[in-house]
């Protein structure tokens, strides 16, 4: 079976610090990976998204990158993370030769920025 | 623009009675509706989905209907059960896109009581 794995689980940092935060898939080859951010009273806004190694495509426009450097890792990443940057973050992959879009989550990192 | 809408924030509900969370869309492009649970401080897990050539599909004791006509869709819990008290999301995508971009709601935080 497939299971989905990101660390930390929680991470307090302080303004104008990096940030990486790792996710990764196993049980699946070639998934569709996604990086979401859930902040505060707020609904899942999609990030990023990857269909293969090295393809990531970014949904807005912000001071966050990611990267996929292995079929099974995703990474979020910033050079200098500001406050808004808090909040919940979750990675997410589907299947890619699947004729519906289920996304299937990890447990999350709650990002704190100080 | 919200394309998908919850448009309750929470919703309370007896043990043993019906629950019905509701979602509205406004891209008729969307062909397949998921529907999510969440718990505090977790990532979101998949409960039931649906095709747009469908206008029912049931699992147990939760059933999602749609109604296109109407840009509309509603999960149904029989019974509600107080472990069932969390957050749900509804999730809509464009099955022909190829990476599976899921737009979500809100969330309709609900409380079962006992």
């Known amino acids: 079976s497939q299971t989905i794995h990101q660390w930390p689980a929680t991470l307090v940092q302080p303004v104008g610090s990096p940030l990486s935060l790792e996710c990764t898939v196993e049980g699946t080859s070639n998934p569709n990976l996604y990086w979401y951010r859930q902040a505060a009273g707020r609904g899942l806004q999609l990030l990023f998204y990857s269909v293969g190694i090295g393809q990531i495509s970014s949904e807005v426009p912000q001071n966050l990158s990611a990267s996929r450097p292995q079929d099974r890792q995703f990474i979020l990443s910033s050079k200098k993370l500001l406050l808004s940057d808090s909040g919940f973050y979750l990675c997410a992959w589907s299947q890619t030769d699947s004729s519906t879009d289920t996304q299937y989550f990890g447990p999350g990192t709650r990002l704190t920025v100080l | 623009d919200q394309q998908v809408k919850q448009n309750s924030p929470s919703l309370s509900v007896q043990e043993g009675r019906i629950s019905i969370l509701n979602c509205d869309y406004t891209?008729?492009?969307?062909?397949?509706f998921l529907w999510y649970k969440k718990y505090p401080a977790e990532g979101p897990t998949f409960l039931i989905s649906i095709s747009s050539i469908k206008d029912k599909n049931e699992d147990g004791r939760f059933t999602v209907f749609l109604n296109k006509s109407a840009k509309h869709l509603s999960l149904h819990i029989v019974p509600s059960q107080p472990g069932d008290s969390a957050v749900y999301f509804c999730?809509?995508?464009?099955?022909?896109?190829?990476?599976?971009?899921?737009?979500f709601g809100q969330g309709t935080i609900l409380t079962v009581h006992p």
């Open positions: 999730a809509a995508s464009e099955v022909r896109t190829s990476y599976g971009k899921l737009t």
């Open positions: 891209n008729s492009m969307f062909d397949y």
